[in-house]
């Protein structure tokens, strides 16, 4: 091997080296330790390093206190696929907007930078700027009784699942928002051009252009949200605040803190993973699919 090409691979591996021990100290161990505790025996004072099943069977079967745990599950898939159709109806035709509507780039750019800004503000503000909101004490409740529609403060709007729909829309329509608005961004004009020519009015072109096109773009910002939104346990605890808002998340988090079960926690960490992973490479096929029909 000449000295050029083993100076290539020197750099080659070097450059790549700090990540690669970056996503084993950070990713891989934590994961791989979360797995081995997934498998382990919650003891009286301590955890017991004796493999056992019995994390998982006790999350599918349920006992006395585990029970509903799977259903809480689907609650929470549920409520993530809300957030997910509502944060696609929102973000695509605001990209449409700012894309063909407005014609002056100056104008594109101001407007977009203000669909990401809230990505810039933090996250706990964000979820309470909500509780304000719809508090009791709300600038909502404010504004109904300043109309006259209510003479007293209502109770309806905060700690519910609405709430938390309403945060979690708000929270992750950034990220549904960017990945369509680039899609959208990267269709030629000319085909859009030559289907007007054909007779095609806007509502085809939309549905024959334009929106299978931008499939991967939808996907990849579903997928964003989606999984975001099924590990999020600050906007259910700040917002929900009852039982039946509780999330998957927030067991999990429970597992880890008050009820100090790390096994059951890192068994029920494993099962959202695995079904996030199985998500994302079903998400995954289906946006090179179109990818690939698009090129």
């Excluded at 161990?29 to 025996?41: E, Q």
Aim: hydrophobic residues 50%; proline residues 4%; charged residues 10%.
């Amino acid at each position: 091997m000449s000295t050029k090409r083993k100076m290539f691979h020197f750099l080659r591996y070097g450059i790549l080296a700090p990540s690669c021990i970056w996503l084993i100290v950070f990713l891989v161990i934590p994961y791989f330790n979360l797995f081995l505790y997934s498998f382990w025996k919650n003891g009286a004072f301590k955890v017991e390093k004796t493999f056992t099943l019995n994390n998982y069977i006790r999350f599918f079967a349920g006992d006395s206190s585990g029970s509903g745990h799977v259903m809480i599950l689907l609650q929470t898939l549920r409520t993530s696929l809300i957030v997910t159709v509502i944060a696609i109806i929102i973000s695509f035709p605001l990209a449409y907007f700012i894309i063909y509507a407005v014609k002056k780039a100056r104008s594109k750019k101001i407007l977009y930078m203000m669909t990401i800004i809230p990505l810039w503000v933090s996250y706990i503000m964000r979820a309470y700027a909500w509780k304000i909101i719809l508090g009791t004490n709300g600038i909502l409740n404010s504004f109904l009784i300043w109309l006259g529609v209510t003479s007293k403060p209502l109770d309806i709007f905060l700690y519910s699942d609405a709430s938390v729909i309403i945060a979690m829309v708000h929270i992750y329509t950034p990220y549904v928002m960017m990945p369509i608005y680039t899609s959208l961004e990267q269709i030629p004009h000319s085909l859009i051009e030559a289907s007007r020519d054909l007779g095609c009015g806007g509502a085809r072109t939309l549905g024959k252009i334009i929106i299978p096109l931008s499939l991967p773009g939808i996907v990849t910002g579903a997928t964003y949200a989606f999984a975001l939104s099924m590990g999020d346990f600050l906007a259910p605890s700040l917002l929900g605040g009852t039982t039946s808002s509780t999330k998957i998340a927030n067991i999990v988090q429970m597992q880890f803190g008050t009820s100090d079960n790390w096994p059951y926690g890192a068994a029920m960490g494993m099962i959202i993973l695995v079904f996030v992973i199985v998500l994302m490479e079903i998400t995954g096929k289906i946006e090179k699919h179109y990818a690939n029909l698009n090129g």
